[in-house]
């Protein structure tokens, strides 16, 4: 694919509408022209419809499209953070019902006048379980899992940001219209490996790679 036949994006549209409020301030256009032509900048889809706002004036260059950014990948937490957050997502469960439990054990207990009231019934739903997530959690440090657990949140966040992106694409393939208001599932496939090709679109992020422990 040529360069002109490139799309541009909304950064290359913003220089090309920067050199022509020059040549505007220089009196190499005037007050219609430039209005025309700002319109048309920010309406340009590819490097060749801004190109043509662009020959006849002297001082201006044309725009040189930057290279393709890949997906953000979210900065690796310390370990210190990765083990408490880990420890969060294996307790979470635990303690948000150890305080369910225990309120309604306190109601009963405080507006009950049967001295059996008393004994903290929750102790047999919790102590099972507090057993279990304390096993999970020595087995787990022992074998990696916040590591594994602090990729698997990274993975999820990026998929979720590739999801927005192609969201994004969408909406301005449909307003261009190269696709229609409610494409097919094949015409978005279709749509997005072109895009992936072209580099307006990352590749779908992979799921981290196991690591040996």
């Known amino acids: 694919m040529s360069r002109e036949q490139m799309r541009a994006a909304d950064a290359d549209r913003q ?17 219609s022209e430039y209005d025309e032509r700002l319109r048309d900048a920010y309406a340009a889809r590819t490097y060749g419809d801004l190109d043509r706002l662009l ?12 290279a393709p950014q890949a997906m953000a990948v979210p900065a690796p937490a310390g370990a210190e953070h990765m083990t408490r957050d880990w420890l969060l997502h294996v307790w979470g ?5 150890t305080a369910f439990f ?13 001295s ?24 787990g440090l022992t074998q990696g899992e916040p590591r ?8 999820r966040q990026m998929l979720r940001e590739h999801k927005e992106e192609r969201r994004r694409l969408y909406k301005e393939a449909i307003v261009a219209g190269e696709l229609p208001a409610n494409p097919t599932k094949e015409q978005r496939k279709t749509f997005i490996a072109e895009a992936t090709e072209r580099g307006d679109l990352p590749p779908k992020p992979r799921r981290p790679e196991p690591q040996g422990g």
Do not use: C, M
Not at 55 to 66: E, G, I, K
Not at 102 to 113: E, L
Not at 119 to 135: H, K, Q, R, T
């Open 15 to 31: 220089k090309v509408a920067d050199q022509l409020k020059s040549a505007l301030e220089e009196g190499r256009l005037d007050l």
């Open 55 to 66: 020959t006849d004036l002297p001082n201006a260059a044309p725009v040189v499209p930057a």
């Open 93 to 97: 469960s635990w303690v948000r019902a």
């Open 102 to 114: 225990t309120v309604i054990w306190a109601f009963g207990w405080i507006f009950s006048s049967d």
């Open 116 to 139: 059996d009231a008393a004994f903290y019934w929750p102790v047999w739903i919790l102590g099972p379980w507090g057993a279990v997530a304390l096993l999970r959690t020595i087995s």
């Open 148 to 155: 594994k657990h602090a990729d698997a949140q990274a993975h």
